[in-house]
């Protein structure tokens, strides 16, 4: 898969690929990136990329004319590399949100992706009605560029490439399944009085994949209501999990989470919870 990306800052996306699973990926081929300053498309002296806003107001507003012309070399380009189809994306505050199904689309379309990335006030709005597929926002927010929202979704995007995760697939992450991910555990069994769920200790795979389905369940549907009803309005519940969602409603099980969904507060408390789980979840 192939990002250009239309910046003011590359050396930004060097995040990208000099650390972790991206830099892995991309020494192994798997994604490739180039950088286009729309100062070189510039024919003034200053090399002018911004002007002031028609109408008056703060701020500088990127002039449509270079940003055009980068995603014209851009895409040419890409035609070069042998990529058959470009799909243009602006990174913006008032862009569509960012989704899982989004990222994951965009993984499996086999398209060049050409982002653009703002500066100032904006980017004037003729570049974007002529030139642009789709604005994309990473959150409600403003961010000082594009920048950070652009590495944001490549990194989300090449991960979900075949081969870029070195051992379980993100198939087992956060949103795979319409749901949060589960709460993960590591040694030592008992970390300054808050202990492992016993049900993790157990080595009984299949109680160990029902507790972690019903701690995504609870946890969802206390922390992000709206994905349970689009996971219901999607199917992906089954009668168990609905079962579960029911039990936690009426307090039957867990305990309500600390702002964060933090661990229980004492090994007592958590043993108890665990030895009580029998096919019920305790929120941790
Ligand atoms: C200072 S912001 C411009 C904010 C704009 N005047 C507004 O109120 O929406 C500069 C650039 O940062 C990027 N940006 C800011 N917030 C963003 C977000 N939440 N998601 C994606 N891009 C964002 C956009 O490319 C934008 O053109």
């Given at each position: 898969m192939r990002f250009d990306v239309i910046t003011l800052f590359a050396p930004m996306?060097?995040?990208?690929?000099?650390?972790?699973?991206?830099?892995?990926a991309f020494e192994a081929g798997l994604w490739q990136l180039a950088t286009w300053n729309p100062r070189d498309f510039t024919h003034d002296n200053h090399r002018t990329v911004d002007?002031?806003?028609?109408?008056?107001?703060?701020?500088?507003?990127?002039?449509?004319?270079?940003?055009?012309?980068?995603?014209?070399?851009?895409?040419?380009a890409q035609r070069a590399a042998g990529i058959a189809a470009t799909r243009v994306i602006a990174l913006s505050?008032?862009?569509?949100?960012?989704?899982?199904a989004r990222v994951r689309a965009l993984a499996a379309s086999g398209e060049g992706v050409v982002l653009v990335c703002g500066r100032y006030e904006g980017i004037d709005q003729r570049f974007l009605d002529a030139y642009v597929d789709e604005e994309v926002s990473v959150g409600d927010f403003v961010l000082s560029?594009?920048?950070?929202?652009?590495?944001?979704?490549?990194?989300?995007?090449?991960?979900?490439?075949?081969?870029?995760?070195?051992?379980?697939?993100?198939?087992?992450?956060?949103?795979?399944?319409?749901?949060?991910?589960?709460?993960?555990?590591?040694?030592p069994e008992v970390w300054r009085g808050r202990a492992v769920p016993a049900v993790l200790l157990s080595g009984h795979h299949a109680q160990i994949a029902q507790w972690r389905?019903?701690?995504?369940?609870?946890?969802?549907?206390?922390?992000?209501?709206?994905?349970?009803?689009?996971?219901?309005?999607l199917g992906l519940l089954s009668a168990k999990?609905?079962?579960v969602l029911r039990s936690d409603a009426q307090g039957a099980v867990g305990r309500a989470p600390a702002a964060n969904a933090r661990a229980p507060s004492s090994e007592a408390a958590n043993k108890a919870d665990a030895s009580a789980y029998n096919g019920r979840v305790t929120m941790v």
């Open positions: 996306f060097e995040a990208l690929t000099a650390h972790g699973i991206t830099r892995r002007d002031r806003p028609f109408g008056g107001g703060p701020g500088m507003v990127m002039l449509a004319e270079p940003l055009a012309d980068a995603v014209d070399a851009a895409r040419a505050a008032s862009g569509v949100p960012l989704t899982d560029g594009g920048e950070i929202a652009a590495l944001a979704l490549i990194d989300a995007v090449v991960r979900q490439l075949p081969g870029a995760l070195k051992e379980a697939s993100a198939d087992d992450e956060s949103f795979a399944h319409g749901l949060l991910d589960a709460p993960h555990y590591t040694r389905r019903a701690q995504s369940l609870v946890r969802t549907a206390r922390l992000r209501p709206a994905l349970i009803e689009r996971a219901r309005q999990d609905e079962q």
